[in-house]
Nanobody, 123 residues
């Protein structure tokens, strides 16, 4: 099983980034997918999740209206479009896979994790 994130970087406040996660080694289309983030000195927190079929999503309140999660089951990828970025969005972003029926927001309930990609929002 492998999850590989890409697309992180340094961006100014108000800017945009698109994170991607390439999956392999498991039946991607059967798994809910999530994005989490972890800032220095803080716990890993839920950002967004998308159901296995792509027809349902969940977001943490602080990113609603700014971030959009999407997936392509044919390409085994999940993406996170991040707009109007703020300094408080600075963190390492991780994608994760979960094969439970309902989308989860707790990190411990996810089965597979990527290594993370750094997002820094600063002027």
């Amino acid at each position: 099983v492998q999850l590989v994130e890409s697309g992180g970087g340094l961006v100014q406040p108000g800017g945009s980034l698109r994170l991607s996660c390439a999956a392999s080694g498991f039946t991607f289309g059967s798994y809910n997918m999530g994005w989490f983030r972890q800032a220095p000195g803080k716990e890993r927190e839920f950002v967004a999740a998308i159901r296995w079929d792509g027809y349902s999503t969940r977001y943490t309140d602080s990113v609603k209206g700014r971030f959009t999660i999407s997936r392509d089951n044919a390409k085994y990828t999940v993406s996170l479009q991040m707009n109007n970025l703020k300094p408080e969005d600075t963190a390492v972003y991780y994608c994760a896979a979960d094969n439970r029926v309902l989308m989860r927001t707790t990190a411990s309930e996810y089965d597979y994790w990527g290594q993370g990609t750094q997002v820094t929002v600063s002027s």
